[in-house]
């Protein structure tokens, strides 16, 4: 089957941008296209900067929620359901509890909650704790935890070990059919069974010979205890003439000298993946058991399983996982970041685990987006971080209110304004959002940014006798004097500008009073996309400004009514939970970056991520 998987893809070849196998034809059109937008790109960045913030008359945009089900409609998992076209369907998320999710399993759950949803039907999360050894009580509930924030609920959590019992019963079963037996050779030995480095001949042990009683003898002797880890083990007699190393007599139980988190000391054995795992999906009447293609070879061992025992036979298919390039991935390697402090934690904002891209502020909604638009084949998708922050940054803009947020700031005394009270909208294309009022001071705060202290033509912002507008303030002004500190500017002095053209840029502004919180923005942890094989490993590429801190920041008084409003957007899991966290607090910094609150925040402090950037980075 692998070879016909491989056969049918070869004359394919792998866009690198979008992760799709494509023609050749195809591919060379798509890189043609992208090599003439690049150049376009290059020749307008190369042309003087020309600068116009200015808010624009835009046709109203609808809010949308997004309905990201197109990729149950079609494709691959259409094909799925047509295949077995019953319902209700029953489907399960079926994680190991021994880490944290990454931004990869969003897709499983997407794929496996989703597909139940979209056909009426009900979807387990089942955790798959059968590895006593690497599991822990954290790694439960922040499974949970992410499956419901991302808006779907488990018909129920179910546990692998509750089925310890029945899955015994199954092997002894399994024995009497002259399916398995207990086997005691080394893994050298075994390793020459299965035709060894030199893939010779292979061939089974003698144990395979073993009466039925005897093997039902010495798998009791298991259960008791007689026998070490490493001295005995129950296989499976499959076929090791098979072309499919899944079908060379795999382990099905194996000694184990280890507490387990549910069922404490009572079993001194524990079933293997490839021995649970179907009949687990069989005992829940899993009518499509949805998994990654690393999963394609063991579908033959699955139903072999299946039909041996003659229990009910669930439909197991494999679609390509989801990789994200620029990132690390691996519970080894984040693991060593957290240690080594590199990053705060495991829900540290440049991560990619689930908690992380929480913490970070992207809305559950924009990862059913994300997963939505790449849409579900049987290849693997290797994406890039750039594309991953375009969908939750399109996703955002048509979501959140808008405030200003002043990074760096610099006052500006207004000689000649007295106090007015604007009505600001939160969004301008979407006056469903409503407005909010704020208090135009004398004193403004401007960025240190849009000041300089000598004028030129193809500059747009303030400088002295040059006119900039400030967002949603009636007049323009400009600047008259400004101090400094050495050779810091410190106050600026200006004053409106009542007649005139319309000025070219309009800043954004805090009043006087407005509330100072700590800015961090995050930019990729790694300086190259595949930190993997970076000179000196993954560490040796660490970006050292992955993290930049403005603690000085200034937020308007817009801020308090979008926290109490939070959840923005109000969708998916975080309504649904009641209030969200923090990092459900989500707005558009105007001119800045699309921001929310972060965990670390308290009654005193607010601290604010920054979600992703207004735009692509350009020197990405
Ligand atoms: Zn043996």
Not at 146 to 156: D, N, S
Not at 341 to 356: E, H, M, N, Q, S
Not at 372 to 381: D, F
Not at 567 to 593: H, Y
Request: proline content about 6%; hydrophobic content about 35%.
């Amino acid at each position: 089957m692998a070879d016909a998987i491989v056969e049918g893809t070869a004359k394919l070849q792998l866009d690198e941008e979008t992760g799709e196998m494509v023609s050749k034809g195809e591919l060379k059109k798509r890189l043609a296209k992208r090599a003439k937008k690049a150049a376009t790109a290059k020749a307008k960045s190369e042309a003087p900067a020309k600068e116009n913030n200015a808010p624009k008359a835009g046709k109203v945009q609808e809010v949308v929620k997004a309905e990201p089900m197109n990729m149950f409609a079609q494709g691959f998992l259409d094909e799925v359901y047509k295949e077995r076209p019953v319902k209700p369907v029953v489907t399960r998320f079926p994680p190991e509890p021994n880490g944290f999710l990454h931004i990869g399993h969003a897709k499983a759950i997407a794929v496996n909650f989703g597909f139940a949803k979209y056909h009426g039907g009900k979807c387990y999360l089942r955790f798959d704790d059968t590895n006593p050894e690497a599991e822990e009580e954290k790694y439960f509930v922040a499974i949970k935890e992410m499956v419901k924030w991302l808006g779907f609920e488990p018909c129920a959590v179910t546990y692998s070990s509750d089925n310890f019992a029945k899955l015994y019963e199954k092997a002894e079963d399994l024995i009497k059919k002259d399916g398995a037996y207990v086997c005691h050779c080394g893994d050298a030995e075994i390793k020459a069974q299965r035709g060894g480095e030199s893939h010779g001949p292979r061939f089974r042990c003698e144990h395979a010979k073993q009466p039925v009683e005897q093997n039902l003898e010495e798998f009791r002797g298991m259960r008791d205890g007689k026998y070490k880890p490493r001295e005995a083990f129950l296989r499976m007699k499959q076929d090791i003439e098979d072309g499919n190393p899944q079908m060379w007599d795999l382990a099905a139980y194996r000694v184990l000298d280890a507490s387990h988190h549910r069922t404490g000391d009572t079993w001194k054995i524990y079933p293997t993946y490839d021995f649970t795992h179907c009949i687990c999906d069989s005992f829940e009447n899993i009518t499509h058991s949805l998994c990654t293609t690393e999963f394609i070879l063991s579908r033959v061992s699955y139903e072999w399983l299946n039909k041996k025992l003659e229990i009910y036979e669930p439909m197991q298919r494999e679609y390509g996982r989801l990789n994200i390039t620029g990132t690390v991935l691996s519970k080894r390697k984040i693991a060593k970041l957290v240690n080594e402090k590199y990053v705060r934690g495991w829900d540290d904002p440049r991560l990619f685990t689930l908690i992380a891209i929480k913490r970070r502020g992207v809305p559950p909604g924009a990862i059913l987006e994300f997963v939505n638009e790449l849409g579900v084949t049987t290849n693997p998708t290797n994406i890039q971080l750039a594309r991953f922050d375009q969908t939750v940054r399109k996703y955002l803009e048509v979501t959140v209110p808008r405030l200003m947020l002043v990074l760096d700031p610099i006052p500006v005394v207004i000689e000649d304004a007295e106090e007015i009270e604007l009505d600001i909208p939160f969004y301008a294309k979407a006056p469903a959002m409503g407005s909010h009022k704020l208090k135009m001071t004398k004193t403004v705060y401007i960025e240190r940014s849009d000041f300089r202290e000598v004028d030129s033509k193809d500059y747009f912002r303030l400088a002295p006798e040059k006119a900039v507008g400030l967002l949603q303030v009636p007049y323009p002004i400009k600047a008259v004097s400004f101090t400094k500190d050495g050779d810091k500017v410190t106050e600026i002095r200006a004053v409106y500008v009542k007649e005139g053209k319309k000025p070219k840029t309009y800043i954004h502004w805090c009043p006087e009073g407005s509330r100072k919180v700590e800015v961090r923005i995050h930019n990729s942890l790694f300086n190259s996309d595949k930190p993997d094989d970076a000179e000196g490993g993954f560490l040796a590429n660490i970006n050292p400004n992955s993290e930049e801190i403005w603690s000085d920041a200034l937020i308007e008084s817009g801020f308090d009514e979008v926290k109490r409003r939070a959840p923005w957007p109000e969708a998916a899991g975080e309504s649904e939970l009641g209030k969200g966290g923090p990092e459900s607090i989500r707005f558009q910094a105007t001119r800045v970056a699309y921001m929310a609150v972060d965990s670390d925040s308290t009654d005193d402090k607010v601290i604010l991520n920054r979600i992703v950037s207004l735009k692509e980075d350009s020197n990405k």
